[in-house]
Nanobody
């Protein structure tokens, strides 16, 4: 059974940093891309960053320049380093993988990030 477990969220002041982790079990982690999404209250879930199985990274405007996605295949864990956080970064952050030939979606439970001004 595939499980994704996020951690590392919390309350931080504007300008601060957080490092989110996504620990994955039950899949061949190294073969698949990992995606980070976020969802603010009353808004849709938006993609923030992607890291492919080969380590290539892509960022949307939400994360470009301040966020860094990475992965450690020896630990089956992906990370999202967030710097210079702003109040508009407040959201629940989710990691996601699309597995198998049908690209089935797997989600973690999410971790809350709150940035105070």
């Amino acid at each position: 059974q595939v499980q994704l477990v996020e951690s590392g969220g919390g309350l931080v002041q504007a300008g601060g940093s957080l490092r989110l982790s996504c620990a994955v079990s039950g899949s061949t982690f190294s073969r698949y891309a990992v995606n980070w999404y976020r969802q603010a209250p009353g808004k849709q879930r938006d993609l923030v960053a992607v890291i492919t199985n080969t380590g290539e990274t892509t960022y949307t405007d939400s994360g470009k320049g301040r966020f860094t996605i990475s992965r450690d295949n020896t630990r089956d864990t992906a990370y999202l380093e967030m710097n210079n956080l702003k109040p508009e970064d407040t959201a629940v952050y989710y990691c996601n993988m699309k597995l198998g030939i049908w690209a089935q979606d797997y989600w973690g439970q999410g971790t809350q990030v709150t940035v105070s001004s």
